[in-house]
Structure formats: structure tokens, C-alpha cells
């Protein structure tokens, strides 16, 4: 559908209101705005999202457009007629048939919408020519083929780029990483195959930064999956940084390089077949408000770095392979919903009242580490005694074996000492055997 009142991107003034400056047309006795005509601003106007005025606005779009011959409900192959146009809204149109290679011919396009209807083929090549474009939405049509690599090479001012529940196949281009201006990459459902490229941190305009909104994308919209539910965001497009690769078939690991992407508030890798660690420092992700990376193969531990997300308010790790303690803390503690982590047998914690095999450890610990401080004090404490017995003993022996004097001395102190002892003996014997006799 194509809503009127659009300020396109350049600031131009923006076309008057339906019923100003435009015929209107009937369409099943319903009046409806004239459309396929190229307003003061340089937009095209579009249609009520009802079959009877897609028709009739389509023929007139044919008849201004000088193609005669085009068939109904597709799109026009003469859009060389439209060289000033800026804004295209046709989404949710019931528009069919492919895009055609005209549409490079209207090469000031900034803005355009074409989602949420039938069309089908692959992109045209001649839309390389379009190298203003800010925002290409084509998302929730038939489009097939793999991803134009000239899209990276050519549209390097798209801050937009939606593609969402198509039939594309193949690999993400590397070039896509050439992108710089890129807020949001949305290529959810579809075909897309082998690895995210490592370059994906290179988007430097999902990097934190100051963002000021100029006024230039008054009136535009734009719909996102977050938090699970799509959400319409107008006023607050500006601050949407988003990317979404949900529900492909990317293999390998996610790469260390996206943790560097610090303004993303939507990060969604989920049904995939992605495998290893969540990156470590995905704590650096500090803008985020909502993270799923659920149904892929990720293993391994919950990185702690998790609990320094703060403005987190949407989580879902289910069925992966992970293992280990969930971690707590900060914002962590108000996502208190057991299902986020489903699915992960080996996950342990207080939320999913599962005691961990650390939780008893430390008390084993701390008996044995008391156990071989206690051995270890006994053997000192033996070793200091027989060490005090061989110096005392030693000392004295070679005391007595160096010097004369006092070996003598010894000696006869000994021997002195004996014959007391002795005498003491004989006189007790002797004072015993008197008593007897009396």
C-alpha cells in the first residue's frame, strides 16, 4: 500500500494529502485516491490495501505511465518515465509477475517498498543504477536466486535492507560487508546457506554511536520482527539497528567479529544450524533488547558476559547443546522464564530448580583441602622434631669425639653417676633382706 504525505529523504516538500491536487477514482462504488501519478515531492502515490482499487489504480498507473500493453497487476516495465521519483510505496498491493529491468530507470529512487505481494523472479541488475536508495524492502514475496553481490558493490547508502520470507539461496555476499551505512539487515526465512561472514563486523552504522534524527525520514515506516512480534516503527526508525538471519540454513560458528557491532538492540540467529560457543564477549553487545539464538547446535557454557546486557528484555537460548550454570545478575534476573533455556538437558541452575554438580563441590573441597593442610602440618611438625633430635644428638657426639676435655669429663660424670646408682641399689637390696630377717 502506498500511504500519501511522504517527506522523502532529500527534504523535498511533501505531496498534499488525498483529496488535494489528485482525481480521486471509484473503485466498487468506494471512492479512492488517484494513483500511478509522480507528486510535487517526487513520490508515488499509492492505493487502499482493497483488491477492486489495486485494480483500478493499476490501470491508471498503465495509462499515465504511457504502457498500454502491460498487464494488469504487474508492475510497469516503463519506470524510465519516472527519473524524479523518489518514494515507491507498493507494498501489500497483490502486485505479481517480476520486478522489471525498467526499474533502473528511475534512478533518484531513495525509498522503496515493494513487500508483501506475489512477485517473483530475481532482482534486476539495472537497480544498481539506483544508487541513492536508502531503503530496499522486498520482503514477503517470491523472489528466488542468490544474493546479488552488486548490491554491496553499487547501493552503498542503504541503510534498509529487507528481504525477509523470500526463496533466496546461496551464500551472504562478502561485498554486503562493504555496506558501512547498513542499520538493518533483515534476510529472515529464507534458503541462505554456508557461513556468516566474518566481515559482518564492518558495519560500522550498527557500531554505538550518537544518532540525531534530521527530520529527513518523516513519515516513513518500517516493520520488524522483535522480541519475538513484528513491530511497526515510524518516528523511532531512526534508532532501529537490527539484523536478523533467522530461519536459514548458515552453518559454522557465529562469528567473534559481531560481538563488535555495540549499537544492535535486535541480534536473531535462530533456526539455523550454527554450532560452537556463544561468542565470549557477547556482553559487548550493549544496546541490545532482545538476542535469540535458539534451535541451532550451539554448546558449551553460557558466557557470564551475558549478565552485562542491561537493557536485555527478550531471550531465548532454547534448544541448543548448552551446558553448565546459567548465569545471574543485573538484568538477567528479571528474565525469569524457565522455557528460554529449553531444550539444553545439560543447563543447570536455580531457574530451572537443578541443582549443578559444583553446588555440593566446594564442601568436598573444603574437607579435603582441611585433610592436606592437617597432613602437611603433621609433617613438619615431625620433621622439625626429628630434625631437633639429630642436631641435638649429633651436637653432642661431636663435641665429645673433638674435644679431649670434655669427653674425660663426660666420662667420669657417667661413671660417677653409675657407681651412685649402683650403691644406691645395693644399700636398698641390702636394707630389704634386714627387715626380712627380723
Known amino acids: 500500500m502506498v500511504a500519501p504525505g511522504n517527506v522523502n529523504p532529500k527534504g523535498m516538500q511533501a505531496p498534499p494529502p488525498p483529496g488535494q491536487g489528485r482525481t480521486p477514482i471509484k473503485a466498487a462504488g468506494v471512492a479512492a485516491p488517484a494513483v500511478g501519478q509522480q507528486g510535487p515531492a517526487g513520490s508515488y502515490q499509492g492505493t487502499p490495501r482493497m483488491a477492486s482499487a489495486t485494480q483500478h489504480s493499476t490501470e491508471v498507473l498503465h495509462q499515465r505511465a504511457r504502457c498500454p500493453s502491460a498487464r494488469q497487476g504487474n508492475l510497469p516495465d516503463c519506470w524510465e518515465n519516472f527519473v524524479n521519483l523518489n518514494v515507491m510505496r507498493l507494498s501489500s498491493n497483490m502486485l505479481s509477475g517480476i520486478i522489471p529491468n525498467s526499474i533502473g530507470g528511475a534512478y533518484s529512487l531513495q525509498w522503496l517498498h515493494l513487500n508483501n505481494n506475489s512477485l517473483t523472479g530475481q532482482f534486476p541488475y539495472s537497480l544498481k543504477n539506483c544508487t541513492s536508495l536508502y531503503l530496499l524492502d522486498v520482503g514477503g514475496n517470491k523472489l528466488s536466486g542468490n544474493l546479488p553481490d552488486w548490491i554491496g558493490k553499487y547501493l552503498t547508502d542503504l541503510k534498509f535492507l529487507i528481504l525477509r520470507n523470500n526463496e533466496f539461496y546461496g551464500v551472504i555476499p562478502s561485498e554486503f560487508c562493504q555496506l558501512s551505512q547498513l542499520q538493518v539487515m533483515d534476510f529472515a526465512h529464507n534458503k541462505l546457506t554456508e557461513n556468516i561472514p566474518h566481515c559482518i563486523g564492518n558495519f560500522s552504522s550498527m557500531v554505538m554511536k550518537n544518532i540525531s534524527d534530521n527530520g529527513t525520514w518523516s513519515g516513513e515506516n518500517l516493520g520488524q520482527v522483535m522480541k519475538g512480534v513484528e513491530q511497526e516503527f515510524t518516528a523511532s526508525l531512526v534508532y532501529v539497528v537490527n539484523l536478523d538471519l533467522s530461519n536459514n540454513n548458515l552453518v559454522g560458528e557465529i562469528p567473534s567479529e559481531l560481538t563488535n557491532l555495540s549499537g544492535l538492540i ?83 541452575g536455580a531457574l530451572l530448580h537443578k541443582k549443578c554438580i559444583d553446588d555440593e563441590a566446594p564442601n568436598v573441597e573444603s574437607h579435603a583441602a582441611t585433610s592436606e593442610d592437617d597432613r602437611a602440618e603433621k609433617i613438619y611438625l615431625y620433621g622439625v622434631i626429628i630434625s631437633g633430635v639429630a642436631i641435638g644428638f649429633w651436637g653432642v657426639i661431636g663435641v665429645l669425639i673433638f674435644k679431649r676435655s670434655w669427653r674425660q669429663a663426660y666420662f667420669q660424670f657417667i661413671e660417677v653417676g653409675v657407681g651412685k646408682m649402683l650403691g644406691w641399689i645395693i644399700d636398698l637390696h641390702g636394707s630389704n633382706g634386714s627387715n626380712e630377717g627380723t
Open 266 to 348: 535486535g541480534l536473531n540467529l535462530s533456526h539455523n544450524h550454527l554450532e560452537g560457543k556463544i561468542p565470549a564477549k557477547i556482553g559487548d553487545l550493549r544496546s541490545l533488547i532482545s538476542l535469540d539464538l535458539s534451535s541451532n547446535n550451539l554448546f558449551g557454557t553460557i558466557p557470564d558476559s551475558l549478565s552485562d546486557l542491561s537493557f536485555l528484555s527478550h531471550l531465548n537460548l532454547s534448544h541448543n547443546n548448552l551446558s553448565g550454570r546459567i548465569p545471574t545478575g543485573n538484568q538477567l534476573q528479571t528474565l525469569d522464564d524457565p522455557s528460554i533455556y529449553d531444550g539444553n538437558p545439560e543447563l543447570c
